[in-house]
């Protein structure tokens, strides 16, 4: 029975933390305007997540604590601070693209507008992490956020031109009309969404929570590995029914209702409605996963008594700072900007951060002290260390390209 | 080096990445920028009126439910919007500029119209003819494109 509920902490890392908003937005309009031929980007992604979430996994695995916790001791609190500063401005951020995200997929099913949804998204999120079990949570919105699977069908219903599918994905690059700086704009960013820092963090938090020991690494790995690529097929099946739908007209996407058209277009009603169900889903469990991340990486940074399982009065800075993340989240949406431009400055602005994340784990990963003879073998650092560069490109490439592209307009 | 050089070092770059970025920003816009930014604007309006056709035919086909439809017909209509709004903030700076707003406007004043009378259709026929007319604009919009890009 513990290891069903361990994979299920894996199904929804992998739906609420790999398919969140960064991913169904990403992804749509990649499949829009380029095809399938960013496929190999996202392939590249979920092996790198792959990797560095087994790596943080088994770091609290063996050592009992969370990697932020790690990183601190390990490196120094000043390192440590610039890990935190990089992946909270990040976390939150994507926080709020989240609640937007939700209340995006609200305004779909009630035709009432997003920003009315969001204050009451909010106050739901914050109620749900403060009373409700971390079991259920876990299998609700994993459960439910599995019928995006509802992308693969609608897909398969479209009848798509799979010779030119192929072509796209095996001979990548722009397509007449477009040009490489925004090919490769949109390579950055399906790649950020793929490795977005609160993904390992919260897993490795989780890790913990959930008292993993050694004896758990062999479920971790399960979770890791089957989770992360089932996150990632169906972020390639929502890349692959916007190409088929929008490629042939020519026409971008930019909203949420447009994502989910190729669904309605294949299998009416039903699918439209599983699709909303879906975002929703995927949306809510990112938010969920973002707002303790922000209370998991600066109570961990500042040595408090941390964890959604802990009683609130008995971890009140790490529920304060959880509170002022979902604050902060709905302040920004309260700006007007429109949730899916907030999820594409996430998306640029996490690329950048992405070394401070990762780095550190790989660090840590390699410590004896922590892991004993669990650390690192020459695979993982192999794996590792080449991910570092491919991460250290992106972070560097990310605003140079937003800048040239104009966030990709062209 | 101290850390007070590497401190003014990194703070004159800052500052001079700063204001080539403000300058970029602020100068006036030549042939090439009110191009490419018509670009952007004829994309934006294409897109937007293909929403609204598409949205129009799934409506008839009975495909989506009515809060969805108006969701999107709503997110289709600020998107035309903006387009439009783009388009009268910018003045042209010469007299090909000038032929290129002046074939555009048209259009998008069309187009917005026709998304207008689609999300607000209440029966099919008007709605067959609102999507009919976006489909024409969308085609119009795509002759447009192809020929400037």
């Not at chain 1, 399906?190 to 004896?215: I, R």
């Amino acid at each position: 029975m513990k290891r069903v509920l361990s994979i299920a902490l894996g199904i929804l890392t992998a739906i609420g933390g790999f398919v969140d908003i960064g991913d169904i937005v990403a992804n749509s309009e990649a499949g829009a305007r380029f095809g399938v031929a960013h496929a190999w980007v996202l392939a590249v992604g979920v092996v790198g997540i792959c990797s560095y979430a087994e790596m943080s996994g088994r770091v609290s695995a063996v050592s009992g604590r969370a990697v932020f916790d790690l990183v601190r001791e390990r490196l120094g609190p000043r390192v440590a601070l610039a890990n935190l500063a990089g992946s909270l401005l990040v976390t939150v951020l994507t926080l709020g693209a989240e609640l937007g995200g939700v209340g995006l997929a609200l305004q779909l099913a009630s035709s009432v507008d997003y920003l009315l949804w969001v204050p009451v998204v909010a106050v739901v999120l914050w109620v749900a992490l403060w009373r409700v079990k971390f079991s259920m949570l876990e299998n609700v919105f994993g459960l439910t956020g599995l019928v995006l699977i509802v992308f693969v069908v609608a897909f398969l219903r479209l009848r798509p031109d799979t010779g030119a599918l192929w072509h796209q994905a095996t001979d990548p690059g722009p397509p007449a009309g477009e040009d490489w700086g925004t090919y490769w704009f949109f390579a950055v960013a399906l790649f950020a969404s793929a490795l977005t820092p609160y993904e390992v963090f919260f897993f490795s938090s989780g890790a913990v929570e959930e008292q993993w020991t050694a004896k758990d690494l062999r479920t971790a790995r399960f979770n890791v590995f089957l989770g992360f690529p089932l996150g990632g097929l169906l972020a390639f099946a929502i890349m692959l029914s916007s190409a088929t739908v929008f490629g042939p007209r020519q026409m971008s996407v930019d909203t949420l209702a447009q994502v989910a058209m190729p669904t309605a277009l294949a299998l009416g009603k039903l699918g439209l409605a599983a699709a909303i169900l879906g975002f929703f889903a995927a949306t809510f469990g990112a938010a969920m996963e973002t707002g303790l991340s922000t209370g998991y990486t600066v109570a961990q940074y500042f040595g408090w008594d941390w964890g959604k399982l802990r009683r609130p009065r008995d971890a009140a800075r790490f529920h304060t700072v959880l509170i002022i993340g979902i604050v902060v989240g709905v302040a920004l949406l309260m700006t007007t900007i429109d949730p899916i431009q907030l999820t594409e400055y996430t998306l640029v602005f996490s690329a950048v951060a992405l070394p401070l994340t990762y780095l550190p784990i790989l660090v840590v990963a390699n410590d004896r002290d922590y892991l004993g003879d669990r650390v690192n073998g020459r695979l993982a650092n192999s794996v590792g260390s080449v991910y570092l560069i491919v991460v250290v490109a992106a972070a560097v490439a990310a605003i140079p390209l937003m800048l040239i592209t104009r966030m990709g307009g062209g | 080096m101290r850390g007070r050089g590497r401190m003014w070092i990194a703070a004159t770059a800052l500052v001079l990445l700063w204001t080539g970025f403000a300058y970029d920003l602020s100068r006036p816009p030549d042939g090439s920028d009110y191009h490419r930014t018509v670009l952007q604007i004829t994309r934006t309006a294409h897109d937007a009126a293909a929403t609204g056709a598409l949205i129009g035919r799934q409506q008839l086909d009975g495909q989506v439910f009515g809060p969805f439809a108006v969701s999107a017909y709503r997110d289709a209509t600020r998107a035309m919007g903006s387009a439009r709004r783009r388009l009268t903030e910018q003045a042209p700076p010469d007299g090909t500029s000038m032929a290129q707003r002046d074939r555009i406007a048209p259009i998008l004043g069309a187009a917005a119209d026709h998304l207008g009378d689609a999300a607000s259709a209440r029966d099919d026929a008007r709605l067959r003819a609102a999507v009919d007319d976006l489909e024409h604009d969308v085609r119009q919009l795509a002759t447009l494109l192809r020929a400037w890009q």
